[in-house]
């Protein structure tokens, strides 16, 4: 029975080459060829582009938060015993952090990011928890200013882990 099996197998070639087919065999099996390596070279090229373009991101990024870099606002659970110190600090702050946030929002990220736009709703939270803390200062209403001072340590740790991965370490909260 192989051999049978093997007979027909041969005379079928046979056949095909003494026709012509061979060429439409071949033809039909190649078609387009899509070469491994240059796959893998386009990957890696549009990996290495998001890398240039994000670091081009971070660059700017970390440049608006660095000239805005000064003095840490400290932040307690408890009324401040100053408050008119607080309050003006706190004027400060503010202020500071508004102007910064509207220059990182100008910043363009690629379309493929998902993260720094998280990370620009964090610092808007942040800022409006700055806005209840002196609301809460100036009305000396304790129970406010606890609970805004806890949203703003909140938002601080939702913003510092992003920023230390994405390599924006000026912009720390």
Known sequence: MLKGLVLAAAVAALVVVATGRVDDIRSEVSGPRVNWFDAMNSGRSQAEKQKKEWAEVAREANSICAEYQEQELVIRLSLPQNRADYLDALGVAIGREREMQARLSAVQTPPYD???????RDRQVAIAAMDRLRAAVKEKRRRDFA??????????????????SAGLPACIA
């Open 114 to 120: 998902v993260s720094y736009p998280k990370f620009l």
């Open 147 to 164: 609970l805004a001072a806890r949203a703003l340590v909140r938002a601080q740790a939702s913003i510092n882990p992003y920023v230390q």
